[in-house]
């Protein structure tokens, strides 16, 4: 755990070997398909390819997922972490095939309405990820600035996904990888790569004959905020957040389940 608190602190992203037992990798399995087989409202293609789709924040997911995150191991090592309780948000699917289809670098916190440093995205792949066909990241990027969202406009990765406010533009990583401290991991089923969501992400292209199937789980912890943005936020999903919350109350809301 000393180990893990080092990297989360100083690089804002950990890859943890092993995680997951093999029950637990066919309950991220079965969570991962409940939302494949019941798209919701936040379901989009990358770009218009239909071999790369997601979806995220599903309201019904919250009960179907309700077993998997109890039994997950996930919680009680962050709640170990921080010190802390632990909060589930929500879930989010990635599904990419036979495609070179990359993701623009980003970071996730711009599109959620929190903030605070106990806050966490669970990486789970349920294929094997080769080195060349992983995420990457920028390391230590969690501590530097909140950079407006990428819109994912096909040929400009920095196109604001916000039109107003006042975050940066986010900077053209791929363009200019030596000025980042740029790592990744080749992963097998079982391993969970856990990071921060102000961590500058992006890549994970499984190439022509790959594929890639990832669960995405969302937690935050005692300190996490709410942060209201420039506009309407992609998730949380959940009736009355952001009528009942502003800015700096705590992130709480009945739909969250505490789970440490």
């Known amino acids: 755990m000393n180990e893990l608190k080092i990297a989360w602190d100083r690089d804002g992203v950990a890859c943890l070997r092993g995680l997951l037992s093999p029950a637990q990798i066919a309950d991220a399995t079965e969570a991962y398909e409940w939302t494949r087989d019941n798209r919701g409202p936040g379901f989009t293609t990358m770009g218009g390819d239909d071999r790369s789709w997601q979806d995220l924040s599903n309201p019904a997911s919250y009960a179907a997922y309700d077993g998997m995150l109890r039994r997950s191991p996930i919680a ?62 920028c390391l230590g990027s969690h501590r530097g600035p909140v950079y407006n969202g990428t819109s994912f406009k096909p040929g400009d990765p920095t196109d604001p996904f916000y039109r107003t406010g006042d975050l940066p533009r986010m900077p053209d990583v791929q363009a200019d990888r030596a000025s980042w401290n740029i790592d990744g991991w080749a992963t097998e089923p079982g391993d969970v790569v856990l990071f921060h969501p102000s961590v500058l992400h992006g890549g994970g292209a499984p190439g022509p004959q790959g594929r890639r199937r990832t669960l995405t789980l969302r937690f935050f912890g005692e300190d996490a905020t709410y942060q209201a943005r420039p506009g309407r936020t992609a998730a949380p999903n959940v009736p009355g957040l952001h009528d009942n919350l502003r800015d700096g109350d705590p992130f709480r809301h009945p739909m969250f389940p505490q789970l440490a």
């Open 76 to 137: 009680p090592l962050l709640a170990e972490l921080w010190g802390g309780p632990v909060w589930y948000m929500y879930e989010q699917i990635f599904h990419k095939e036979a495609t070179e289809n990359f993701t623009p670098w980003h970071q996730d916190t711009p599109y959620m309405p929190v903030a605070g440093a106990h806050h966490a995205v669970c990486w789970i792949s349920l294929d094997p990820v080769s080195r060349a066909a992983t995420l990457e990241y």
